[in-house]
């Protein structure tokens, strides 16, 4: 699927007996190359207010988490270091976003950027942004998923490449 609404077709296809077996996979440069410009705080919103809405957030079982080597609407898979790249070049607050949905909505990272040597960076970059306070304010009720629940989560940050996990604990 190269849009959501695509994707919602695919998924609502599901039957209902495998509903709780199956769910979403958001790569952060795939959805970027698709053509949703996640590169922005607005881009972010419009995309998971539109994936809300199809979908449902709580469909979204794990984030892939890394920058585009090309640029927007491509539509071809490379993956760059954060900050790097197309996407997180110019600013990290439209990650900071995608990190605290993670983060609010208990849902794994995994980082898909392939240098080791790379990885203390990207992570320390994720923890942080996933603690960022300094979100929009958004009162629409279809938007509060962004940063609603509860302060207190007691939240594992999970961020990994096939062969290695770290966890990090709040």
Known sequence: AYNIKDLAKIFKSVHKKFKNRVGICIDTQHIFTSGYDISSVDGV?????????LIGIKNIKLFHINDSAVPFHSKVDRHEFIGDGYIFKNSFDSLAIICNIARLNNIPMILETHNYNHYK????????LSLKSSLPNIS???????FGGSNQCNYDTYISNSDKILCIKR
């Open 45 to 53: 919103i419009n995309f998971f207010r539109e994936f809300n809405k």
């Open 121 to 128: 960076y990207e992570v320390s970059t994720l923890y942080n």
């Open 140 to 146: 629409t009720k279809s938007t509060k998923f962004l």
